[in-house]
Each structure stands twice: as structure tokens, then as C-alpha cells.
């Protein structure tokens, strides 16, 4: 009595399928016969291009420290920014010095999220005692630090 305006699976799945529970198998089968060995040689790589190499967990971080050592070394910023330059091109670093050599500097920075350390005024070297903003406790001027933002 409570089920009775409820349709079964049965029904519902053979209007989904045009009424029948028997799968064209011929029509799949025609659609695969397409594909031939030279297509599955394109999408596994194709001839010449370089194979897919697995990293561990390990090896992948040691791969990204080593492309965000090469590329602090090369344009000579921090780590930190190198490594979102680096996140932005999604690790293709010949892309990113292609884009950083090649173009508008500003909007590339820009684009990745990050400031242009390259256009931050030049830090004074403070001396005295200086008060914090947060605690309002002074302090030596040296063991000052805040945000590179400003």
C-alpha cells in the first residue's frame, strides 16, 4: 500500500536505457574500432616525447627546492616568491623564464598573487629601540621584523 506510487528500479532503469535491459555491445564495439595502435602511441606520448617519470613523495620535494634554488639564483629573489612564480606556471620553469624575460615584469608578479620584490624600497638599517604596534612594548631596533607588504 505505501510502495504502490512508487515505480520499481526495473522500470525506471528501462525507460533510462530505451526500454530494454540488453546493451548494444555491437555499437560500443565500432565506436572502440576506431582507434588504431598509432592513436594509443599519441596519447601515451607519441614518438619522441619524453616518457612520464613517477617521484615519491621525497623526490618531488627535492625537485621543487631545486627549481626554486635555480630560479632564486637566477633572478635573484627570495625563496618564497620563487616558489609562487614557480606554482603559477605550474612548475614549467622554461615557461616562466620565458614569460619573465619576455614581458611586463609588474603584471607577472601580478598575476601570480605576489609582490615584485624587486620594487620594494630598500630596508634602513635601524638602530635604537623602536616601540611594537601590536604590544606596544619597546624593543631593540634589530630584532624588529614585519610584513615586506607594508
Not at 619522441?48 to 613517477?54: D, L, R, T, Y
Request: aromatic share 8%; hydrophobic share 30%.
Amino acid at each position: 500500500p505505501a510502495m504502490e506510487g512508487i515505480e520499481s528500479q526495473d522500470s525506471v532503469a528501462s525507460d533510462c536505457y530505451g526500454g530494454s535491459d540488453d546493451y548494444d555491445t555491437d555499437t560500443m564495439d565500432d565506436a572502440f574500432a576506431e582507434f588504431d595502435e598509432e592513436d594509443d602511441e599519441d596519447m601515451a606520448g607519441g614518438k619522441g616525447a619524453p616518457a612520464a617519470e613517477c617521484l615519491t613523495p621525497a623526490d618531488l620535494i627535492k625537485t621543487q627546492l631545486s627549481h626554486i634554488a635555480e630560479v632564486n639564483t637566477i633572478f635573484q629573489i627570495p625563496p618564497g616568491t620563487a616558489r609562487i612564480l614557480l606554482a603559477h606556471f605550474k612548475w614549467d620553469k622554461e615557461r616562466l623564464l620565458e614569460r619573465y624575460y619576455g614581458g611586463d615584469q609588474d603584471k607577472l608578479f601580478e598575476e601570480a598573487h605576489t609582490i615584485n620584490p624587486n620594487k620594494l624600497p630598500k630596508k634602513q638599517a635601524l638602530s635604537g629601540e623602536m616601540s611594537c604596534e601590536i604590544c606596544y612594548m619597546d624593543y631593540p631596533a634589530e630584532e624588529m621584523t614585519g610584513l615586506e607588504c607594508q
